[in-house]
């Protein structure tokens, strides 16, 4: 097994111990409001969220445009000969 699955497995089964344990009823003032909420969904809710924003973020994006740089490598898929004249003579 790799080591990443053993963290997951590890990681997993901590937070569902820490969950378990903390189950009674707690009070959260939102505003003007408070509400009666077990600590058990508050912790589990925590998690999730924690999953979803971990893996939004860990995850790999577009590459960036950068003005003058896109144009360029474009430019140079349409000659796919961009050897100069005395790159050329050299290797002849």
């Known amino acids: 097994m790799r080591i990443k699955t053993m963290l997951i497995i ?3 089964i ?9 189950s009674e009823p707690v009070f959260f003032n939102v505003l ?5 909420i077990s600590k058990l969904a508050m912790l589990l809710f925590a998690a ?3 999953f979803i924003i971990g893996v939004l ?5 577009r590459p960036k445009y950068i003005p003058g740089q896109v ?4 430019a140079k898929k349409d000659h796919p000969n961009t050897l100069s004249d ?4 050299y290797i002849s």
């Not at 901590?14 to 903390?22: A, F, P, R």
């Open 71 to 74: 144009e360029d490598a474009d």
């Open 57 to 61: 973020v860990g995850r790999p994006g």
């Open 32 to 36: 003007f409001a408070t509400y009666h």
């Open 48 to 50: 999730i969220a924690g």
């Open 10 to 12: 590890i990681i997993t």
């Open 86 to 89: 005395e790159d050329r003579d």
């Open 14 to 22: 901590l937070l569902t111990v820490v969950i378990m344990q903390n």
